[in-house]
């Protein structure tokens, strides 16, 4: 069983910087890749960025990549999205989760676990 809980969220002038932390328990974190998606009012959940158990493999959406850094510590059961250069299309609540096959890790239907998200706001 793994419990994850997000914090970092606020509101934050555009071309502003937010850092994402998902904490995780349960001693089996370190076997799950750990994937970011944001949800938008009255859009689907996106995929934003998913990185491996280890953390040396890491892949972004499209639309993030060059502003958006995610990163993990194994040993605090804790992953990272840094997010830099923040534009009013960010504006989401964001989520972590945790899947077991990182090649999945940008389809929410195969997460096993979930956050309970946090609000991201970015003002123009």
């Known amino acids: 069983q793994v419990q994850l809980v997000e914090s970092g969220g606020g509101l934050v002038q555009a071309g502003g910087s937010l850092r994402l932390s998902c904490a995780a328990s349960?001693?089996?974190?370190?076997?799950?890749?750990t994937g970011w998606f944001r949800q938008a009012p009255g859009k689907e959940r996106e995929f934003v960025a998913a990185?491996?158990?280890?953390?040396?493999?890491?892949y972004y959406a499209d639309s993030v990549k060059g502003r958006f850094t995610i990163s993990r510590d194994n040993a605090k059961n804790t992953v990272y999205l840094q997010i830099n250069n923040m534009k009013p299309e960010d504006t989401a609540v964001y989520y972590c989760?945790?899947?077991?096959?990182?090649?999945?890790?940008?389809?929410?239907?195969?997460?096993?676990?979930w956050g309970q998200g946090t609000q991201v706001t970015v003002s123009s």
């Open positions: 349960g001693r089996t974190f370190s076997s799950y890749a």
């Open positions: 989760g945790a899947i077991p096959y990182y090649g999945d890790s940008h389809r929410a239907n195969r997460y096993d676990y």
């Open positions: 990185i491996h158990q280890n953390g040396a493999l890491a």
